[in-house]
């Protein structure tokens, strides 16, 4: 399996509150991605990176922002949580340099509640 | 809008049987497609199909891209227990390695 881990597993928060998501890797890969997983809506998503500091935005980033100071750590930032983000949320991490190859790996994902 | 659409939404068969799962795409710049596994947790890899590989295998389950009809289907034979899964779709576009998923077949084996 992919280094990948995510911290935390399980987040239960109340409206109107910042929760900040980490996503660390051990396989030195350029890009990483968030995605958060509805029923109905399949994986969509958020926000995604492609260096240190290069970031840009998916389909579903509004009420989102990220960061990535470190190859290793990616953070996603709820600024003030709704409970429309109520959600399972996956890191992802790819290394184009193997063959351009499109392929990413997942995190174990974080369950975030909302109430 | 990038839009990958999958087939069935859900599928019940008995053990043994083989299935067809099915997924239909429609994208800009298209670079590849990907089949993941996902049970009760992250989804895994399973394929990667491209322009330069368009059929891949891998035990009782396979792969092949059409790219005149912009759909892939993944076949799985003697289907298993452990096969019970929702199978995810998706369409790599860009040059970032972007993936845009479909909403899954969600697939269980009954004895």
């Known amino acids: 399996d992919a280094g990948i881990t995510q911290s935390p597993r399980h987040k239960v928060t109340e409206t109107g509150t910042p929760v900040t998501l980490r996503c660390h890797q051990t396989?030195?890969?350029?890009?990483m991605y968030w995605y958060r997983q509805d029923p109905g809506h399949g994986l969509r998503l958020i926000h995604y990176?492609?260096?240190?500091?290069?970031?840009d935005k998916g389909e579903v980033s509004d009420g989102y922002s990220v960061s990535r100071s470190k190859t290793e750590d990616f953070l996603l930032t709820l600024e003030s949580a709704t409970s429309s983000q109520t959600s399972v949320y996956f890191c992802?991490?790819?290394?184009?340099?193997?063959?351009?190859?499109?392929?990413?790996?997942f995190g174990p994902g974080t369950r975030l509640t909302v109430l | 809008e990038d839009k990958v659409v999958q087939s069935p939404l859900s599928l019940v068969v008995h053990e043994g049987d083989t299935v067809t799962l099915n997924c239909s795409y429609e994208?800009?710049?298209?670079?590849?497609l990907l089949w993941y596994k996902q049970e009760k947790k992250a989804p895994t890899f399973l394929f990667m199909l491209?322009?330069?590989?368009i059929e891949k295998k891998s035990g009782r389950l396979s792969s092949i891209l059409d790219k005149k009809e912009l759909s892939s289907i993944l076949n799985i034979t003697a289907t298993q227990t452990g096969d019970s899964a929702i199978y995810l779709c998706?369409?790599?576009?860009?040059?970032?390695?972007?993936?845009?998923f479909g909403t899954g077949t969600r697939l269980q084996v009954t004895l």
């Open positions: 992802a991490i790819s290394d184009r340099t193997t063959g351009g190859t499109d392929t990413q790996y």
């Open positions: 396989e030195n890969h350029r890009y």
């Open positions: 990176s492609y260096g240190v500091k290069d970031t």
């Open positions: 994208v800009t710049n298209f670079r590849s």
């Open positions: 491209t322009s330069s590989g």
């Open positions: 998706a369409v790599g576009t860009g040059t970032a390695s972007k993936l845009t």
